[in-house]
């Protein structure tokens, strides 16, 4: 049978955004929050309100429907791949490895790697980052590992 051919796009983050971005964390990482430190609530709102920045942030959409979140920075020597989330009836069907291979595309094409930080719990992302090319460079805080995409 063939695959549906979805639609996934990029747009800038609106008003509720931050709502919507604070709601998926939980739904796509709470279980690996809660593994390492439990998830508190009113500490992880804090946190998503203190840290959520809407000109760091785009907003995944899938057929024009929001379906996750993306946070990335450029150092100007590496692309840093900050955060990637979909919400779970969105992960496992190819959207996540499509806006990352085009994110490690347009790094290459400026001479730059991209590097990342994901946490030990969560051995099915290191997996789908390891499947896209990233290599372990070390574990530079507890609970994180740190990767790095060199293109070929």
């Known amino acids: ?30 279980e690996y929050v809660e593994a390492i430190w439990g998830w508190d609530e009113p500490a ?14 785009q907003i ?7 379906a996750g979140a993306l946070v990335v920075d450029d150092t100007g020597t590496d692309v840093v791949l900050g955060r990637i989330e979909l919400e779970p009836h969105h992960q496992g069907r190819g959207i996540g490895g499509h806006v990352v291979r085009a ?4 790094a290459a094409s400026r001479g730059q790697d991209v590097v990342l930080e994901v946490l030990d719990v969560n051995t099915r992302a290191k997996a789908f980052y390891e499947r896209l090319g990233f290599r ?4 530079p805080r507890p609970h994180k590992i740190a990767m790095r995409y060199t293109a070929p």
């Open 1 to 30: 049978m063939a695959r549906k051919t979805r639609q996934v796009g990029l747009r800038q983050p609106r008003s509720g955004d931050d709502e919507f971005c604070f709601q998926l964390h939980r739904a796509a990482l709470g």
């Open 44 to 57: 992880q709102r804090a946190h998503h309100e203190q840290h959520f920045d809407a000109a760091r942030t």
């Open 60 to 66: 995944v959409t899938v057929d024009g429907h929001d």
């Open 103 to 106: 994110l490690t595309a347009e």
């Open 136 to 139: 372990e460079t070390g574990r």
